[in-house]
Each structure stands twice: as structure tokens, then as C-alpha cells.
């Protein structure tokens, strides 16, 4: 049911915790099962220098987690902001059908993470910029 990149994420999660004074942080629920994501980054030069994951919710969820962690270290912000949910669970070689709602949290977690390092650091008219798309409806970012 599960490909094997699915099964080795879930059960050696990368980048597992939360960044202590991390430089932006997303949170975002499920609004199908009610699970919840959060991602801390740290940015320098506008790079994503380091990123952590925290996630209550399905194996499902926490390989699309671990996946887009890996996938945006040391990628630009503008870079990190082109990750789609649908490119996390591409790269995980793909969810089964009823699992598809999980990769929903992993790349909006990260999107709100970047909005939030940018409002902190008074960047807010460059967030529509970046961010081209950003989760409507049931996000909210954290301090
Ligand atoms: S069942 Fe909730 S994210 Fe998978």
C-alpha cells in the first residue's frame, strides 16, 4: 500500500523536533481528519539553513513531514515556496488514493513558516511574492 520511501520516512523521520528561537514557524491542520503539522525554519541569506518538524497526526503525514523537510534545507525562500503538497507526496513516489488528504499539511506548514520569517522580519509586502498561493481558510501561523 505504502511505497518504500513512505515506509522509510515514517519510521526514520528526518529532522524531527522544533527550532529553539526559530526564525518562522507554520502550523496548519487538517481540516479532513483534524491532525496537525508544524514547521520551524531557520533563513540565512535567504536560505532555509535549517528546518524541524513536528507532526501529530497519521505515518502518511509524518513521512510528507520528514519528505519536504529534506526537500527545502538549504534551498532559497523563493525555491522553498514552489514546493507544492502534490511535489511532497510526487517524491515519496506517491500516497494510496485515501491517503492523498494527509500530503495536504506538509508544504502549506512550510508556506505559513516562510510567511511568518518574512512578516517577523518586516518583509510583509514581499509575502505575495513569494508566496504565490498560500493555504486559505483553516491556516494559521504561530509566533
Ligand atoms: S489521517 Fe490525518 S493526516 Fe493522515
Partial sequence: MYT????DHFSNPRNVGEIEDA?????????????????SID?????????KFKTFGCGAAVATSSMVTEMVKGKTLAEAAEIS?????EALGGLPPNKMHCSNLAADALHLAIQDYLTRAGREAEVPLILAALPKGHEHSSP
Avoid: F, H, S, Y
Fill in 23 to 39: 526564525d518562522g514557524v507554520g502550523q496548519i491542520g487538517n481540516p479532513v481528519c483534524g491532525d496537525v503539522m508544524r514547521i
Fill in 43 to 51: 533563513v540565512e541569506d535567504d536560505r532555509i539553513a535549517d528546518v
Fill in 85 to 89: 503538497n502534490k511535489a511532497v507526496a
Fill in 4 to 7: 518504500d520511501l513512505v515506509m
